[in-house]
């Protein structure tokens, strides 16, 4: 099979991201696209082809579309007229074949596909039904919904990658109901979906198997007061917060600050994401730095697990800091049956030693999921359902200052190492402390549409934004203007934020992730990496030179397909309005063609010289190089009034 025949195209009403084989993989198997490869050489006029694809097209177009499958299960006329009239076609295949063997397999197969789309619809109907009557024993009938609003809303999450619809959305409208839901799923035979806010960039809340139920907890919204709690092994009262898991982060964090506490997990979705998320993901945020991530805050939570049984999770002797600092950590494992109240069992004692949570020089290790067999936390629902949890709660520091760095030049080298300067200097001052650290690359940065706050005419090239914060107003502003002078030193701008307004147009850019979607113009997934401070610029280079050598690799198949189109007889030229066919036009495009050819094989050639020297030095490889990458490495200098400012420092 070539490359070219399987990007071809050709079924109607494919509106979506799966090619011309996929969908007839799905329908007729693979066996059929290599008999569509065969036959396509053979073709006379490709009635009997289009009559095929329109089929196919029929079936896929429903097959992707909840509305009309509604649709088609309320009007059984109008489902009848369709099969009838896809089935009126594959006769005329038949009919048209001429004894073709393969043509014949061809419409045996799409025969079979036809009657399996005409049986999905009664069958659908029915499931739905027996579903409808299990789910209504545990919620009310208005929280199940198989309607197309509901499964066109949640076939996604941010990553806005699409594979499947869901069979069912359930949206309960308590904790207590989600064990019943659960058990339910499992009797149906429902691969069970967990869903918050739908802000993950991982793809965890989407449905690979069309039987499948999404479980959307938003409405588990209940919120407790800031309570003084007694916690085990603690011996004095800490102040906590009890959340459900559909509470967004934003209310939590609100809450906290009204009372004069801080909430630490602070991850940029906290405006749309939920507590079930942050603690099935670890959320960390800006204020990990200090605080840490979701694990170092949980006081305890619940979860439905996959027997559809009730398990709680508490923390003994919890340090309110970083897990890591504690040389045991201990965590209680209560289970109980289905109605959450019968205990099951005496309670399990986890102990694992608190550098266990850490990686070394790392922070975070997003790639142990296990956790050494905690339940719930960074499993990103696959061991569970999180239900709610217990948080513990900061004290908010009486003064703080946000410090904005711009860092200019070209040499990551000299730039990185200020992020780790920084945090060791305000780490050797005991009367403030770094509550919040972000960088920003200079991807990032033109994503967003970085707005710079400085004078010099320029973008950065990484920014980096620092919270300071402590309870004696001279240390803090002092500790800023030493962050500033050892940013200037690395050829940055500094600014301070004091005011809250401030402070928060500081840091609103951090929260646009959605920007970098739009800026590659595709669905995206992310999956997080800790990368030591010291090797930063190391990381930024090697991701770099990977975007670097994959777009040149897309331009060159850019430059490929341009040659081929120019290498054809332009029969589009015919339909151009006003054009005429004469011997001197056809000279003059022939011409240009020629012209354009020789210049796309001479950029095709140095492109590709490129990429075999990528490691070579720039003096060894002059030639390759433009103008002004010529003068970058002969040290040319640029015009006095372009010359970068002189580094300031401001308060905002």
Known sequence: MSADSARIREIPYNYTSFSDREIVIRFLGAEAWEILNRLRGERRTGRSARMLFEVLGDMWVVSRNPYIQDDLLDNRKRLASLVHAMRHRIAQIR??????ALALDLAERADAAVERFEAWFPAQRQLRRRAAHRFAKHTRKDNIDFGGLARVSHVTDATDWRVEYPFVVLTPDSEAEMAGLVAACIELGLTVIPRGGGTGYTGGAVPLDAMSAVINTEKLEGLGT???????????????????AGVVTRRVSELAYR???VFAVDPTSQDASTIGGNIAMNAGGKKAVLWGTTIDNLVSWRMVTPDAEWLEVERLNHNRGKIHDQDEVQFRITRFGADGETLQGEPEILTFP??????????????DKFLGGLPGVQKEGCDGLITSGVFVLHREPKHLRTVCLEFYGTDLHEAVPAIVEIKNALDADDAVVLSGLEHLDERYVKAVKYTPKGARGQMPKMVLIADIAGDDEDRVAAAASQVIRLANARNADGFVAVSPEARRQFWADRARTAAIAAHTNAFKINEDVVIPLERLAEYSEGIERINIEQSMRNKLRMVD????????????LSRVPGFEASDEAAQ??????????DHLRA?????????????????????LLDESARADRRGRTRPAAHRPRRPARRNV
Not at 562 to 570: I, M, N, P, S, V
Not at 603 to 623: C, N
């Open 561 to 572: 397909a341009t040659l081929e189109c120019l290498a054809g007889d332009f029969p589009e």
């Open 95 to 100: 009919d048209r074949a001429e004894g073709n």
């Open 354 to 367: 608190g550098r266990a949570f850490r990686k070394q020089g790392l922070g975070k290790d997003v790639t």
């Open 259 to 261: 009372h004069g506490y």
């Open 588 to 597: 003059s495009l022939k011409a240009k063609i020629a012209a354009a050819s």
């Open 226 to 244: 800031v309570e003084l709690r007694n916690i085990p092994g603690v011996a004095e009262p800490v102040p906590t917060v009890r959340a459900e």
């Open 603 to 623: 950029v095709k050639a140095r492109w590709e010289a490129i990429l075999e020297r990528f490691d070579v030095p720039a003096a060894e490889a002059d030639a």
